[in-house]
Structures are given as C-alpha cells and as structure tokens.
C-alpha cells in the first residue's frame, strides 16, 4: 500500500531557533510589536510504502522522533493522501 504523508514539524521545546528568532527581531522593524514566541517549523511530504495505513503512520512518527522533530500533524496517512496524492 502507498500512503502519503504530510506533516508540519517544529524543533522540540528546549531546542534553540535561531531562524525563530532572526524572523522575531525582525518583526518590530516592520512594525508589528506584539509578535512573540516565533518558532520556525517545515512542512515535509513524502510517500511510504507500508503494509497498512497503521504501520505507514507509525514509520512517520518514528522518522520525526529520529530527526529531533515535533510533529504538529502527526502525518496521518488516509484515502485523500493514497497513491501519490500527498
């Protein structure tokens, strides 16, 4: 089965942002004063070939645990994101 995969991922609380904070200080020069807390994240497609939705999702979240990620969505694979259509 091929499922496809989208997640948003963020670094972990405790890890520093160093793009966070590059695009924080300069919000105020642009004029918006109250922004606070930036934290930059990516957004990563890929497709896994799996033997079920169940083990596809669970290789996803694996693969972000790895790579010192959080998850915002957790990647969840299902029928709109099958056979390439991620």
Not at 16 to 39: F, I, S
Not at 67 to 83: H, I, Y
Request: hydrophobic content about 40%.
């Amino acid at each position: 089965m091929t499922c496809g995969s989208r997640s948003w991922c963020t670094l972990k609380p405790g890890l520093l942002d160093p793009q966070g904070k590059a695009v924080e200080a300069r919000c105020p020069r642009m004029g918006w004063t109250n922004v606070r807390d930036v934290r930059v994240g990516k957004h990563i497609k890929l497709t896994v070939e799996a033997d079920d939705e169940a083990a596809a999702q669970a290789q996803v979240e694996e693969m972000a645990a790895a790579a010192a990620v959080e998850p915002g969505d957790r990647g969840v694979p299902g029928p709109a994101s099958r056979a390439g259509g991620a």
